[in-house]
């Protein structure tokens, strides 16, 4: 099979052949962008493996192209990688690597294009292209990637055991891209993720947390999480999540499985938004309830408080699976702690008060929350849901109409407590925080609008409450 019509549209991939003829080795494109260029993925990350210095050749295509093309070398690994076009071009000389089972860094040599092709990680992964003259655009394909392609199957090029003995993460990386690729992973190699799935403990959070990302990032992440769990692999790296798993029933009363929820209200804020830190909130939106699940006889079960025993927990996920711990945290943890109040909300006669209130904390996140909070409805009585929705309708043209009219959003007073000492003459005290809240309280009541005039009117009345005589 050759693919010379598809690989002449990369034009750097012709530079590329040029500057190996001419140093006389050979090259060949491989990986994941002749996976791609199968499939009709777009893809930015060639890789290109030569029989030779991986370093020589890039600083060759460097020179054809140019003065002012950079090559980024990194001796160690023995690659080199060039920006060009938007493209990003890494090389490295054919390989053979062994392992250490202790470790999953490997020991590396020189090797053929065939040790090279039996080091990758799947299949479709092994398959090369020849940039070769007189074989250009050839595929080489010693794993049958192709047949698996068409087959939309993940299936290592080794026994599976070697593959994920030596290299851990690549148990992650099969159920990653089969979420992806909305592929299935062949029953032998599952079976040796399941028995290889402690593993997973010798690699870091950090290349964990990275492959959990992009599964959260396919287009229907609950299924990669589901794989994650019946291979066993969940377990270790997410407990918490595990923890949410099961339906207890007490006296005939139950509660739902609030795993299968929490995936559910994954894929439908999935349908939505491609905002990473938003799908982690779908995530993270229920994390406390088995800790705060109770049990009453006349009401049945119970999470009181949930939501902001969740919102704590956020920080000590992220912490753990080495997530950001700035306002991207910040983003979820807030998601978290408001995610019922729209909820509440459609449930009964809408104030102008608590609208006020749920935009003044909310602020700029008001529309994620509310899609977050769209994805929470995930009953199974459809009429039930509709009925949801519309009074979801209700309350997002009230807080639009609010929003317009009092300007809540990243809201504060006008009044400062800078303002309040200058005006009383006082020095920082409990009185200028009481006068700050009442006015705060006042403005999102209704009481006053946030605008200068009333709400210095009105410091000065409840400065006057307390005694307190204004400076001439």
């Known amino acids: 099979m050759n693919f010379k019509e598809q690989l002449i549209q990369y034009p750097i991939l012709e530079i590329v052949a040029k500057a190996a003829a001419e140093l006389g080795v050979e090259a060949y494109v491989i990986g994941g962008f002749v996976r791609d260029l199968i499939l009709k993925r777009n893809s930015k990350d060639i890789d290109i493996v030569s029989i030779g210095s991986g370093i020589e050749l890039a600083e060759s295509v460097a020179s054809q192209l140019g003065p002012d093309v950079f090559v980024s070398i990194y001796k160690t690994f023995g690659t080199a990688q060039i920006r060009q076009g938007g493209l990003e071009i890494e090389f490295v000389g054919a390989r053979k690597e062994s392992y250490r089972a202790d470790s999953r860094k490997p020991a590396v040599e020189d090797g053929t294009l065939s040790d090279d092709q039996n080091r990758r990680d799947f299949t479709i992964n092994a398959m090369g292209i020849s940039l070769n003259k007189g074989t250009f655009g050839e595929l080489v394909d010693p794993f049958e990637g192709m047949r698996d392609i068409k087959r939309k199957i993940i299936r290592t090029p080794l026994e599976p055991e070697i593959t994920f003995s030596d290299d851990p993460l690549r148990m992650m990386r099969a159920i990653r891209f089969t979420s992806q690729l909305?592929?299935?992973?062949?029953?032998?190699?599952?079976?040796?993720?399941?028995?290889?799935?402690?593993?997973?403990?010798?690699?870091?959070?950090?290349?964990?947390?990275?492959?959990?990302?992009?599964?959260?990032?396919?287009?229907?992440?609950?299924?990669?999480?589901?794989?994650?769990?019946?291979?066993?692999?969940?377990?270790i790296i997410f407990p918490e999540m595990i923890e949410l798993l099961g339906v207890q029933t007490i006296d005939g009363k139950g509660h739902k499985d609030n795993f299968y929820h929490t995936l559910q209200v994954l894929d439908n804020v999935s349908q939505n938004t491609d905002d990473l830190w938003l799908r982690w909130a779908a995530i993270l939106h229920d994390i406390a309830k088995p800790a705060t699940?109770?049990?009453?006889?006349?009401i049945g079960w119970s999470f009181h408080n949930h939501e902001e025993v969740g919102a704590r927990m956020v920080p000590v996920i992220f912490r753990r699976m080495k997530l950001p711990l700035n306002e991207k945290m910040r983003f979820v943890k807030k998601l978290v702690r408001l995610h019922l109040r729209p909820i509440v909300l459609s449930k009964e006669e809408i104030t102008d008060s608590a609208m006020r209130r749920l935009l003044v904390e909310a602020g700029e996140d008001i529309e994620a929350l509310m899609k977050l909070c769209r994805a929470d409805i995930t009953s199974k009585n459809p009429d039930k849901v509709k009925r949801f929705l519309q009074n979801f309708d209700l309350v997002e043209q009230k807080l639009k109409d609010l929003e317009e009219r009092d300007k809540l959003r990243n809201f504060q007073p006008v009044i400062t407590g800078e303002m309040i000492m200058q005006a009383f003459g006082l020095k920082p005290a409990k009185?200028?925080?009481?006068?700050?809240?009442?006015?705060?309280?006042?403005?999102?009541?209704?009481?006053?609008?946030?605008?200068?005039?009333?709400?210095?009117?009105?410091?000065?009345?409840?400065?006057e409450k307390m005694g307190l005589t204004l400076q001439s």
Request: aromatic letters at 10%.
């Open 431 to 463: 009185e200028v925080g009481i006068i700050k809240e009442v006015i705060r309280e006042a403005i999102l009541e209704g009481i006053i609008p946030n605008e200068f005039d009333p709400a210095y009117a009105y410091m000065v009345q409840e400065g």
């Open 293 to 298: 699940k109770k049990f009453d006889k006349r």
């Open 182 to 235: 909305n592929f299935d992973i062949e029953p032998n190699t599952f079976d040796a993720i399941i028995k290889m799935k402690d593993r997973i403990e010798i690699v870091s959070m950090e290349r964990i947390s990275d492959e959990l990302n992009k599964i959260i990032l396919s287009p229907i992440p609950s299924y990669g999480f589901k794989l994650l769990y019946h291979a066993g692999i969940l377990q």
